[in-house]
């Protein structure tokens, strides 16, 4: 978290009055965006959504889902101004952080086409453990396969 710190930025549990800015973040950065109605059943599934806040500006955000010993990611969207400056890595850093002691693994899906996100959870020890076809819709009715990735915490956080 010392990161963000660093930059200014804050981060904090998202509240159902962050679900109409998420909305507008997952519309910029994302093809196939959440709508506020899916924010908001998730944080009433129980999710564990984070915020990445520079001044009173949603800019990033992580929705986590968690069961047992695992987490998994659901969604993460970094405002499309804001990438490759770092914040995307340091959410992860930031939000693996937050997470309980007794969750060992981080799980995640990722389109095959996102090679940018990919390499990034690559360079973050994350390992890619199969596909899931046609996981994904595309456009003009297609379907796209997903990467299904994982990273053992009790190694990354030592």
Sequence with gaps: MSELKRTGLQL????????????????????????????????????????????????????????FDEAEILDIAVSPERRRQGLAGALLKAVSAELPAEVERLLLEVRVSNRPARALYHKWGFSEDGIRKNYYPAGKGAREDAVLMSLALDDSQS
Excluded: F
């Design 12 to 67: 904090r549990a998202a509240t159902a009055r962050d679900c109409t800015p998420l909305a507008q973040l997952a519309a910029s950065a994302h093809s196939h965006p959440w709508s506020e109605a899916q924010y908001q059943q998730s944080l009433s599934a129980g999710h564990h959504c984070w915020v990445l806040l520079d001044g009173d500006k949603v800019i990033a955000c992580c929705v986590v889902s968690r069961l």
